[in-house]
């Protein structure tokens, strides 16, 4: 067990490096292959809306890029949502995506931490889903949370809304990038986690910093946080709060619709960052992250039961 003492001085360094590599200037990986063999759909091909009317620090052509030719390969189609939500913009989809809106322009920018989204919005994405739409809501760490809860509410999920830190199921030196496996008992069955073979069952995936979630009742818990994980709302000190027994992925049904949410946003992208193209997402070896943004679409469009 490390020292007390030597634990905080590991995981301010740590914060630090991230923090620093996060700063750098992130871009789509330009050699992440998205091709899929064997397409899901050839055919009745199902509408994706991919929103980018909330300041999203991710879009469909720049850092989610590599996750939209993915899903345009396995036989999606995808299209950026410019507008505010409504029953009228929203009718013609099968799948709402939302990635990490704020609200202000930049993360940075004061108000970033403000709802990215209007109660009427919230309650058009709500009826929505509940007629039969898919929405796939991704928040992570601050001011993202903070931005989203404002929606995540109308599905009774709770948001902590600061960043995740847990020692013990993390990679080496850096407590916020986590590990959730069929090993350590994080990762949970789930259609989404099973696939339609073996081919598709997942057993590793990673995130890269985050928040936690509380979902509502009967939610399904796809990543769960251990006993050692802790948020924080602020990654260089203060005070922290145990986030056991709360996840970073969570599914559900809602009445004729399917909601699945989650913490970290970096898992689904495929991204590059800092001098040493430093890799974050569906394009770092030995993990299921690409396999799992395929299986969670699946699920979403029904696919998968």
Not at 253 to 259: E, F, M, N, Q
Request: aromatic content about 8%; overall charge negative.
């Amino acid at each position: 067990m490390i020292h007390k003492v030597a634990l905080i001085f590991y995981i301010f360094g740590s914060i630090i490096v991230l923090c620093c590599v996060t700063l750098a200037q992130q871009m789509a990986d330009p050699n992440f292959n998205p091709h899929v063999d064997h397409p899901a759909y050839t055919k009745n091909f199902p509408r994706v809306l991919f929103d980018e009317a909330h300041n999203n620090f991710h879009t469909a052509t720049g850092r989610y890029k590599p996750f939209v030719d993915l899903m345009f390969s396995d036989g999606f189609q995808i299209a950026a949502n410019r507008k505010p939500f409504s029953k009228e913009s929203l009718q013609t989809y099968k799948i709402l995506i939302i990635a990490n809106a704020i609200g202000a322009e930049e993360m940075d920018d004061e108000g970033a931490d403000k709802p990215a989204f209007t109660e009427q919005e919230c309650d058009a994405v709500r009826e929505w889903v509940s007629n039969g739409g898919a929405l796939l809501l991704i928040a992570d760490h601050a001011p993202f949370g903070a931005a989203a809860q404002i929606l995540a509410k109308r599905f009774d999920v709770e948001l902590s809304k600061g960043y995740v830190f847990d020692p013990e199921h993390s990679v080496p030196n850096n407590p916020t990038v986590l590990i959730f496996s069929r090993e350590n008992k994080l990762l949970l069955d789930h259609a989404i986690t099973q696939g339609r073979n073996d081919s598709e069952r997942i057993n590793r995936v990673q995130t890269f910093t985050g928040e936690a979630l509380k979902g509502p009742q009967g939610a399904t818990q796809l990543m769960a946080l251990a006993a050692t994980a802790n948020d924080q709302a602020d990654p260089m000190g203060g005070e922290k709060k145990s986030v056991a027994g709360q996840a970073q992925g969570i599914a559900f049904r809602l009445g004729k619709g399917r909601v699945v949410m989650l913490g970290e946003a970096a898992m689904l992208s495929a991204q590059v960052t800092g001098p040493e193209n430093f890799k974050m997402g569906m394009n770092v070896p030995g993990n299921d992250n690409r396999q799992f943004a395929l299986n969670t679409m699946h699920w979403l469009s029904g696919l998968l039961k």
